[in-house]
């Protein structure tokens, strides 16, 4: 069982930046995808980015792309979304989740183990 801690989250003004946090408990987590997921008040959990296993190609959503930047740090099993830019339309809690698998995915259910989340607030 993989478990992901998330931390990093915080509130933050319109135009600022924010890095999260999703460290994980398994020693070949390099060999993990791992995606980013947020969720805002009364709407569905949305995809993100991702970042593969092992060389870390990363893909993000339209609405992040250019201000999101998700990295790796594969000696400290942690996997970091840097934020920049930030709009008050990217206030929700945000998830780290991760697939033992080299690919990532921008679906929700190909994960298999999720942390608890983080809130990211931005006022305008």
């Known amino acids: 069982q993989v478990q992901l801690v998330e931390s990093g989250g915080g509130l933050v003004q319109a135009g600022g930046s924010l890095r999260l946090s999703c460290v994980a408990s398994?020693?070949?987590?390099?060999?993990?995808?791992v995606g980013w997921f947020r969720q805002a008040p009364g709407k569905e959990r949305e995809f993100a980015g991702t970042i593969t296993g092992i060389g870390g190609t990363t893909k993000y959503a339209d609405s992040v792309k250019g201000r999101f930047t998700i990295s790796r740090d594969d000696a400290k099993n942690t996997v970091y979304l840097q934020m920049n830019n930030l709009k008050p339309e990217d206030t929700a809690v945000y998830y780290c989740?991760?697939?033992?698998?080299?690919?990532?995915?921008?679906?929700?259910?190909?994960?298999?183990?999720w942390g608890q989340g983080t809130q990211v607030t931005v006022s305008s």
């Open positions: 989740a991760a697939r033992p698998s080299y690919d990532g995915s921008s679906s929700a259910r190909q994960y298999d183990y």
């Open positions: 398994e020693r070949t987590f390099s060999r993990y995808a």
